[in-house]
């Protein structure tokens, strides 16, 4: 049995859905799933939020999810993007935003499109910079987590953070 999935266009017909648009649509209903507020004090709930977040992108993308102090989710924001094997961070960004969403936890993310889910040695040192930058403003670097396809890879986890 073959089945495909349609998307309607803006003149009203059924098309069948490009792959992009699949996983746009996936998410979307993680952002339903995973609403303002919920929280993230689960390894694996979050590994599964930003797996589907990071997942398909053909390109790196540096995303942070912004929490409360207990560890509610008050925004995702993909804060850069970049090429196939690189995105380029600023800090000084990060610790703004954290400021203007007012939160007191992070957990960053992002996604490997090689499929490799080992960080690289300028994940490290960014990770690193980002903790100690955020230290500064009373901000907590809970996790960073590394998105190889539907595969993660968790920095807290594996004792690196």
Known sequence: MNMELMVRDAQGRYLVATAEQILEAARQVIDWKVPRGTLLTSTSLARDYLRTKLGGYEREVFAAAFLTSEHRLIEYVEMFRGTINAAT???????????????????FAHNHPSGD????????ELTKTLKQSLALVDILVLDHI????DRTMSFADSGIL
Not at 146 to 149: E, F, K, L, R, Y
């Open 89 to 107: 961070v600023y800090p000084r960004e990060v610790v703004k935003t954290a400021l203007q969403l007012n939160a007191a936890a992070v957990i």
């Open 146 to 149: 590394i998105v190889a396809g």
């Open 117 to 124: 889910l080992k960080p690289s040695g300028a994940d490290r």
